[in-house]
């Protein structure tokens, strides 16, 4: 057992002075479930002296009605919701500190059911290292092999392999270099290489802290020993300067600086230093923190940098060193953790977070799927959850980036779901790609003002959606008729004339449904350069894509229709009969019957065809657009 410095009873403050010198280390605890992570977890607390005296009585009591026969449950130290103590399991992430004389540590215990294997990419974000547990009755799982991938392709490289829970199987050496043999060979395939396995007891100490009589064939190190011991990395301050900035300090009139956590190399006043990625460049004259300026800091320090120029900065762009700037590009190629219940949908928008910037971005088609098993790539055209792909991301501007194996906080992301605001993915920048550094916007003499000028009235795209069968194309018929019988320049784009040429490769999965409206909007931004009013009439049945066509032109130029009609009345009227194919399972995926609709919550125009004909419907539409401006 680890004992207590005696400093923290003779001297407080040079025990503080010589903890506050310790270096840390972070690492997370995963494998398949019921290894003992949390057991593990709570040992090393206990150990460490750190499990308080009412904590401890309150531990003694709940361990009495737990899974451990009325020994200590030291799991019940870590597992702290109410679900985890009744099964026994972890679900979310749990992280603790703990210290010894040597280090201070930051242990994340992470789930180990497959469910739950976004949780552990959360824990394992920034960790230097992983304990990943294997029970020896068990030996290498899937979800060991899954989690050692994922250890592998989130940039860490030390690993610990715990051989748990030796003593049911009566501390058999065999089992153990057997285990050992299995997780090696594996991970050399992934290119894991740095690795001490270690046999072991959670629940009874062997080799935790001390050696344990159990093992005598065993001479390396106890894991204690080895988190101790083992070199903490370096490369963030090895690298170039890198800061995100997270925010424009202006307290006052005569001071303007630019805050943030610097994520790699160092700075001193004097260093030239690039903005990226507008590239505008100036000199640090002064680094400021709460206590005093600075005459060097260093990555993982907080600070605020004065530059010598009144440049243009902004939250999200990223000081970098002038001679080694990070890249800028918007389409990169990247791995992908799909962490959503609902799969992957390519060209979906979705928010990208990565540092302080969020941008709108789309995923391309899967290039290949991770069978974590196997290792081997399979094709796909989606990600479903848990699963691992590489994908091609388009983003709606540049952003500051390295790859995420030379910068984990410069090429690490999230994806987000922009509507329900939930974490949907994580992924790893690989590199930019060459097409997105050879393209660029070509300025136009005869812009959309110019074309907008000459026809007598503003561009406009009146969207609309609703069921198959609620009338989108009859009113939109007629809109057009009154529209250009006031002279209006307009064109019809309906969803079944589209997709007989522009979109006939398309068919209706969610995913195809998704690229389908995708590109009918991209079309009708093209048309609202050209100083077009664009009837689009589709059934467009995600909030997700017609938001994403509303974003693609500028406010006032988006006018969305919702043509509300019940699904029974929708169904009286289908001339083309394909409610009844739907209902007789001939046609798959056909919204209202196995494919869901989403109604809009803010439309322009909402018309109840129950209560409204036709001729009624047209003439909303038309008093909308002038309202908007669009007719003057």
Known sequence: MTAPSGLIADDIESYLDLHQRKTMLRFITCGSVDDGKSTLIGRLLYESHLVFE???????????KGTQGGELD???????????????????VAYRFFATDKRKFIVADTPGHEQYTRNMVTGASTAELAVILIDARKGVLTQTRRHSYLVSLLGIRKVVVAVNKLDLVGYSREVFERIEADYRDFAARIGLTDIACIPMSALRGDNITEPSQNTPWYHGPTLLGYLETVPVGQRAHDGPFRMPVQWVNRPGHDFRGFSGVIVGGRVRPGDRVRVVPSGRQSTVTRIVTMDDDLDEAVAEQSVTLVLADEIDISRGDVLCAAESPAGSADQFEAHVVWMAEHEMLPGRPYLLKIGARTVTASLGRPKYRVDVNTLEHSAATTLALNEIGVCNLNLDRPIAFDPYAENRDMGGFVLVDRLTNATVGAGMLHFALRRSQNIHWQQLEVDKAAHAELKGHRPCVVWFTGLSGAGKSSIANLVE??????????????GDNVRHGLNKDLGFTEADRVENIRRVAEVSHLMVCAGLVVLV????PFRSERRMARDLVEDGEFCEVFVDTPLEVAEQRDVKGLYGKARRGELSNFTGIDSPYEPPEAPEVHIDTTATDPEQAAQQVVDALRRMGILS
């Open 537 to 540: 009439s589709f059934i467009s």
């Open 74 to 92: 030291f799991a019940l130290l870590v597992d702290g919701l109410a679900a985890e103590r009744e099964q026994g399991i972890t679900i979310d």
């Open 481 to 494: 008729k009154r529209l250009h019988a006031l002279g209006v320049h307009t064109t019809l784009l309906d």
């Open 54 to 64: 009412d904590h401890l009585a309150a531990l003694e009591a709940d361990s009495k």
